[in-house]
């Protein structure tokens, strides 16, 4: 049996996705500015031997274009937040082992400025950090970075194209390994013949290079991708060293799975260069009636209005108020998900669903594993066989919940072999891949080398 990667899902924010639970007695998240909150749950989740924290983030409110936002503020649903770059590197300090993974939108930072930031984290890490790479989807963030609307959808994974390119050449080419001499006795700090500039010229971006920190422990950070869409998957496919899924059921997972392989396939890669983390939430119980028992305490505190505005339904796109929870589904006009309308029209088939029905059942988005950790155990067994790699876990409670999986599934999942018993050294791919470096499968590979011969005839001593 393979162990399992497991990964916390977490955001810097009051209410992340569980929305309502901060009001629970046992919830820290509302205290999320503190980072003594944050500090307490990475020691956690190296108790409970996760390879990584996985932060989310988004670059402004969820909800209609213009609209109002009475409801995220009420709800603390992701505003306020702060970056999780920046509280990175206190968590870096704080940890020895645990991947540190966060997202960055191509929409909200200069890719030069981004990489340089990345690299940063990852010498302060000794190599732990992971980028997870979204296009972003909310028209609100739209405007906060200068943009009438939101680019259209397969636009924004062309220009996901060209950033990644950009920040890749950065990475793997600029630097030659051995460019960085701290040669005391020359007086020689670094050999400017392998140091190299860019000169990327695309459609968005002119960056010269050369990058400015040199080689972090894995250079490239750990690739996250996200994206479930035609093009979101071509793109994971090609890119991606993580993909994070969150289908409903396992033979769902396959399906996705294999064929984001196959994709990968196309693109020169390997099947196993892409782990498939899926997104699920436990509730854990020494017998099968505690855990239900604490599966109804937790639902007593979830907001079905928090969930309705997450999604950008439930919401009135023009008023950006609630919808009565006695209005039927049907009745709803949304250019915003309509999926998941869809999705739950098929749940509640004897009757046409109301608002009300949609925040009860859109919780269980994710699956959710109720029992004691030997049920827990079998139900992953199940995932792990329809071709998951790990685990995405959703919190209810920080760090209540991460505590909960250390102290009381955690034995179960190491006894049957589903979870490692020790931390294996290295770095974060080292740990996840066995290598600290981007094989030479991936795209960024091309980029090892490929600025050395026009530098080394172009190359000069200037003084600035
Ligand atoms: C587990 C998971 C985490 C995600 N985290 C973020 C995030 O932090 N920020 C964000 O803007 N989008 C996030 N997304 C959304 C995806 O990046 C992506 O935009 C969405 O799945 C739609 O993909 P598509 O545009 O290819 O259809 C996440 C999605 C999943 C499944």
Known sequence: ??????????????SHIQHGLWRHPEARQADFNDVAVWIDLVRTLEDGLFDTVFFADVMGLYGPLGGAYEINAREGLQIPSNDPS?????????????GLAFTSSIMQAHPFEFARRVSTLDHISKGRIGWNIVTSTQENAARN?????????DDRYDWADEYVEVVYKLWEGSWDDDALLKDRARGVFSDHRKIHKIHHAGKRYRVEGPHLPSPSPQRTPVLFQAGSSGVGRSFAARNAEAQFIVPPHPAAATELINETR??????????????????MTFVIGSTEAEAKRKEAELESYLSAEGFLAHLNIGVAQDTGRAYPPDMLLKDIRTNGNQS?????RRLVPDR?????????????RQPRLVGTPEQIADKLTLWQAAGIDGVIVVNWMIPASYREFADHLLPTLQQRGLAKRAYRPGTLR???????????RHPAAQYRGAFASAEATTARSGMN
Request: proline share 5%; with cysteine.
């Open 145 to 153: 970075f200068g943009f009438d609307r939101l680019t259209p959808h």
């Open 430 to 440: 080292q740990k996840l891949f066995g290598s600290d470096r981007l094989n030479e």
């Open 262 to 279: 196959a994709i990968a396939q196309s693109f020169g890669r390997r099947p196993d260069d892409i782990k498939f983390l899926q997104g």
């Open 86 to 98: 920046v509280l990175l590197a206190a968590l870096a300090v704080n940890t020895e082992h645990l």
């Open 340 to 344: 998941q309308i869809e999705w739950i």
């Open 1 to 14: 049996m393979t162990e399992l990667i497991f990964n916390a899902f977490v955001m810097n924010t009051c």
């Open 352 to 364: 046409e669903p109301t608002v009300a029905d949609l925040g009860r059942l859109v919780p269980r």
